[in-house]
């Protein structure tokens, strides 16, 4: 007996729901075709938290990482003699200006992912991605410098017994010594950016005021707080937040216009300020701020609510970098 042909309504409903099945995993398929195997990073971050981070991103998303490590000057400048043909998907390194400074090497950041960061480090010019927050401190040597003789403001800096005896880095190639410069400014203007260059020996690495401290090279450093952070365990070291101000700025992470991989580029900037990724920057990484709002702060940092806090001015520190930084040489002319 011959079966009767089943319902043409069933017959496409069952094929309608194989369409829609293949839809979606060719969708799956296509979402992970379109992450590229392979991501370049420029980064003048300490080495240890961005392998931590990028073995990290490799783990879950299988992507390979090429690290290229530089100061934050020298990175823009490489990104910008490459621009006709780029090497980098990522530069991460500098403060959350150094994107808006040179928009035509960047592209802007906007993602879902923005909306756990809390509002105040968030990039009003689009470009940053904002990773971690950061303040600017004052770290001393307790061998070279006696606990009653500590400065405690800014304006303690500028007394010739300092002479020869504060390092800090060269603004034109340290993006954080750049928004310490910018700090400065808003507290007491050109005045005090000179008179505190008149006692300082200025090194051209980021790493060097905290480096040259803890080592016992110079008694004072400006340095960013997780630089400083990193001697604290060594006993040798003290860190003071200025009561004159503390510059609270956002760390910088970029993706760079016209990158090789610039899928890849957006998973790991999407990765990295997510709240995994932030709880444990706050849990290994004791001097980084975390941004995500819904991450603890490591309770050994002074909360920024206890602190005389600058909100560091992203648009004008961009807008003027390069009339500030030809300032600067000015005064540093004057003062050698």
Do not use: C
């Amino acid at each position: 007996m011959l079966q009767r042909p089943q319902s043409p309504v069933k017959w496409f409903g069952a094929l309608a729901a194989l369409v829609t099945l293949a839809a979606l995993l060719g969708a799956a398929f296509a979402q992970d075709a379109q992450l590229e195997p392979k991501l370049v990073l420029y980064a003048s971050h300490p080495t240890e938290m961005v392998d931590f981070f990028t073995s990290r991103f490799t783990e879950e998303y299988g992507v390979e990482v090429e690290l290229v490590y530089a100061g934050t000057g020298e990175l823009l400048a490489r990104i910008g003699a490459e621009a006709a043909r780029p090497q980098a998907d990522l530069m991460w390194g500098g403060g959350s200006d150094t994107g808006a400074s040179k928009p035509e090497l960047f592209l802007p950041y906007d993602s879902p992912a923005l909306e756990g960061v809390t509002p105040q480090y968030r990039d009003e010019a689009g470009y940053n991605v904002p990773f971690d927050a950061f303040t600017m401190v004052l770290l001393y040597n307790k061998d070279l410098v006696a606990a009653d003789a500590v400065p405690q403001t800014w304006a303690d800096l500028t007394d010739p017994k300092w002479k020869g005896k504060v390092v800090h880095a060269n603004p034109a190639t340290s993006g954080s010594a750049y928004a310490a410069m910018v700090g400065w400014l808003g507290i007491g203007g050109w005045e005090l950016v000179e008179a505190l260059a008149r006692n300082q020996v200025i090194a051209e690495s980021s790493s060097a005021p905290f480096t040259q401290v803890g080592q016992g090279e110079n008694a004072i450093g400006v340095a960013y707080e997780e630089g400083a952070f990193r001697w604290l365990p060594s006993g040798k070291v003290g860190i003071v937040y200025p009561s004159d101000g503390v510059l609270v700025g956002t760390g910088g992470l970029f993706i760079v216009r016209g990158g090789p991989h610039p899928n890849a580029a957006r998973a790991f900037a999407d990765f990295v300020i997510a709240r995994e990724q932030q709880q444990a920057l706050a849990d290994n990484f004791p001097g980084r701020r975390p941004t995500h709002k819904d991450v603890q702060l490591n309770p050994a940092m002074t909360p920024f609510e206890e602190l005389n806090g600058i909100i560091y001015p992203v648009a004008e520190a961009a807008a003027r970098r390069e009339e500030y930084l030809a300032q600067w040489r000015q005064i540093m002319l004057r003062t050698r």
